[in-house]
């Protein structure tokens, strides 16, 4: 009975600072809007691929044994070739390929800065901007970039250096192209609605814990002036 006392207790309390806990989950959730709107817009695009080889085998079991990623020793194939595409080796090969001016004019106008750290910077954002994921029986490459447009010829431009990559290294090796990346029709990033949702739900939490706060202060105030 007094557990029953006491919720009701709590929720005479929420009613009664209702205001107060409204108020500041539209403060979080119009600041949470505010702030995802002023992120950068970012798409990815995937391109899809079968590895194969010249017997029609698996291109990762073929890779497992490529010297220039540490041999057969540990790790499986497709863990290998997801390391050449993480690798600084092949963005700066695509590097030298993209059109430095329309990716990174930003650091195409920095005079500033020589040309050394240049190349390390570019190739360091596109190292970022790639990752890549097993998805039945394929290799999935995305490119994520703030543009959608340039987010797929990133990926389409990655597949293609991937190949030139391996058989620069006369591996005979290859792999078929599934899905080329098209433009994305909607962002991926940032995430509007989710990001205002959960900053509702900590505006509402927030609302609540300070409702009890300012109900119950005046009661710790006069306990502590009756102690003293």
């Known amino acids: 009975m007094e557990q ?6 709590y929720l005479k309390i929420v009613v ?15 600041i949470a809007l505010v702030y995802s709107l002023n992120l950068p817009k970012l798409y990815r695009a995937s391109v899809s691929i079968m590895p194969v080889d010249a017997s029609m085998g ?20 497709e863990s290998r070739l997801t390391a050449i595409l993480g690798s600084y080796a092949l963005a700066k090969q695509v ?12 650091l195409m106008n920095d005079r500033s800065m020589k040309d050394p750290d240049r190349e390390k910077a570019i190739a360091g954002g596109l190292q970022g901007s790639i ?27 990655y597949v293609k250096e991937l190949g030139k990559f391996l058989n620069q290294r006369s591996m005979n090796v290859n792999f078929q192209v599934i899905d080329p990346a098209t433009p994305p029709e909607a962002r991926f990033s940032p995430k509007i609605r989710p990001m205002v949702f959960l900053a509702g739900v ?9 409702a009890f706060f300012l109900e119950y202060l005046p009661i710790m105030i006069k306990e502590i002036k009756q102690r003293g």
Do not use: H, Q
């Not at 029953?4 to 207790?9: K, M, S, T």
């Not at 890779?63 to 220039?68: D, E, G, H, I």
């Not at 029986?137 to 431009?157: H, K, V």
């Open 4 to 9: 029953e006392i006491n919720i009701l207790d």
């Open 16 to 30: 009664k600072r209702w205001k107060l806990i409204v108020s500041l989950i539209v403060i979080f959730a119009v």
């Open 58 to 77: 698996s291109l990762a079991s073929v890779v497992a044994s490529l010297p220039f990623v540490g041999g057969a020793s540990g790790g499986g194939g």
């Open 95 to 106: 590097a030298a390929s993209l059109d430095r001016n329309d990716y990174f004019p930003r």
């Open 131 to 157: 990752m890549s994921r097993s998805e039945d029986g394929l290799m999935i490459i995305s490119a994520t970039w703030t543009d959608a447009d340039r987010a797929a010829g990133l990926a389409n431009l």
């Open 202 to 210: 900590v505006g509402c939490l927030a609302g609540i814990f300070l």
